[in-house]
């Protein structure tokens, strides 16, 4: 595909001036940087277009070859593109400070931070608990494997404190630099020292706890509250309980996930519990007092004769405790009439006897009423 004229890929007329030059293409690079449009090449195109561009136009001696012979060149071979390497090791990244954190043409400094104090990694913990204790709360003591700072050297590496001394490639400050001659002007690239990895010290003698790693793997019995009220899937954070952290940093936190086993009565939504009752035909058609379980123990509940299959009574204030409250949700009892799989003779006749009494009931004429209401006849 036949390149762009490099002044209309500029945005320019052919006279435009050295500092004209210097700003559309400022504009024009951060537009289309890579590092600002990540994964689209179209962009990734246009910053190279642009590029090769400015680096033909921006010397005096190459823009006039290309005002007389175009894009061929005095050899008739072309300018050779633009070459990346010009940027040095940080290719885009250095570019990129040079409009958000540089000095501009002049000359640019692109920084590696040194390592600093750094907040520890959090930890997870899977804390398995009984249906009882997420509704009346308990305390619970698991054991943790992490990293602590090594008690022999106090988190120092050294055996002693004099087995400690200042780097002598960066002279304590973690950092080294190096300066970069390019296209642009001269860069400073400001990179993490390799020799004491940015901590501005090297041990001599390192500690035998640790071997100078300044940090000891080990395993912690750590005492966890567990509220009243808490559910499934609900999480503590115990602050501070996580690994420690770099360079005098703060250490991270530990959050036990709850998981909770399930109940061989109960289920519970939220803060209310269900349960299902079973009682006999002559205690739903005379009404009768149950015995209603509940977290608590049994309670007595009176159930009104004529009661059907399927009713739910509520029970106020049987629930679940409300997290870090002391109101408690409600039980919902649902009372399912049980039929008998098996009956002797006895109850048989008696059973018989008992439907003739009931005979053509209000309920049974509704039924058929119904039924001849949606069926005809």
Known sequence: MA????????????DASEDDMKK?????????????????????????????????????????QYDQFGHDGP???????????????GGFG?????????????????RTNRRRPARGSDLQYNLDISFEEAAFGTKKEIEVVRMEDCPECKGSGAKKPGDSKTCPTCNGSGEVQQA???????????????????????????????????????VRKISVTIPAGID???????????????????SGDLYVSISVRPHKLFVRKGYDLYCDV????????????LEVPTLGGKVKYSIPQGTQTGTVFRLRNQGIQRLRENTLGDL?????????????????????????????????????DKMKDVFGG
Do not use: W
Not at 75 to 89: H, I, K, L, V, Y
Not at 94 to 110: A, E, L, N, T
Not at 180 to 208: D, H, K, L, W
């Open 180 to 218: 970069q001659n390019t296209a642009f002007g001269r860069f400073i690239n400001v990179q993490t020292c390799s020799r004491c990895n940015g901590e501005g010290t090297i041990i001599s003698n390192p500690c035998p706890k640790c071997h100078g790693r300044k940090k000891n793997r080990r």
């Open 3 to 14: 390149k762009r004229d490099y002044y209309e890929v500029l945005g320019l007329k052919k």
């Open 332 to 368: 919902y009892v649902t009372v399912n009439i049980e039929v008998p799989r098996k009956l002797n003779d006895k109850q048989k006749e008696l059973i018989q006897q008992f439907d003739q009494l009931i005979g053509d009931s209000d309920q049974k004429k509704s039924f058929f």
């Open 24 to 64: 559309a293409y400022r504009k024009l690079a951060k537009k289309y940087h890579p590092d600002l449009n990540p994964g689209d090449k179209d962009a990734e195109t246009s910053f190279k277009e642009i590029n090769e561009a400015y680096q033909v136009l921006s010397n005096p001696e190459t823009r006039a």
């Open 232 to 250: 499934n899937n609900q999480a503590i954070t115990l602050r501070g309980e996580g690994q420690a952290g770099e360079l005098g940093g703060p």
């Open 75 to 89: 050899t008739g071979q072309g300018f050779g593109g633009f070459d990346f390497s010009g940027f040095g090791e």
């Open 94 to 110: 250095d570019i990129f400070d040079m409009f958000f954190g540089g000095s501009g043409f002049g000359g640019s400094s692109r």
């Open 278 to 289: 079973p009682i006999t035909f002559g205690q739903a058609a005379l009404g009768s007092e």
